[in-house]
């Protein structure tokens, strides 16, 4: 690849980024605007929630960080509040004590079943006023190659 094609390559790549960054946003703050004004728990504890139940109820809390867009710091302030909710207990790892592994608790679950349907309803309508479905799909495939593999699911130390 020429040094040309290479810089233009770079260009449309970046573009893309900040692109998604700004559809992120925009997305973002209307669904949390939805749920906050509907009374639901705020958009950064639904991503947390949906992140561990969507594992199958447990992660460690640095594989958290691939979920959601806090720093370790915010993160572990974050997973305070919720444990003081009662929707989540952090537990050491049986095979690393220093390891913590974050724990969704049947009340969590409840919340973040609750919240999940509102929250598909007003991401899926602003995705549907401005992609037809062959868009949708091919959105789905872009962002299967990007997501890192699960496998931090099963970890327990």
């Not at 594992?55 to 959601?68: E, T």
């Not at 349907?117 to 899926?124: D, K, P, W, Y």
């Amino acid at each position: 690849m020429s040094a040309a094609a290479a810089a233009h390559d770079a260009s449309s790549l970046e573009r893309a980024w900040h692109g998604l960054c700004s559809v992120h946003a925009q997305v973002a703050r209307q669904v949390a605007a939805d749920l906050d004004a509907n009374g639901y728990l705020d958009l950064m504890a639904y991503d947390i929630l949906f992140a561990l139940e969507a594992a199958g109820g447990h992660l460690r809390i640095k594989s958290l960080l691939n979920h959601v867009t806090l720093s370790q710091p915010g993160l572990s302030r974050k997973v305070e509040r919720l444990q003081e909710e009662g929707w989540v207990i952090r537990e050491a790892a049986p095979l690393d004590r220093r390891v913590v592994i974050v724990v969704l608790t049947d009340a969590g679950r409840c919340v973040v079943q609750d919240t999940a349907q509102l929250h598909a309803e007003r991401v899926s309508a602003y995705l549907r006023d401005h992609l037809d479905e062959s868009a949708g799909r091919a959105l789905t495939a872009i962002f299967g190659h990007l997501v890192r593999p699960r496998t931090d699911v099963t970890e327990s130390g």
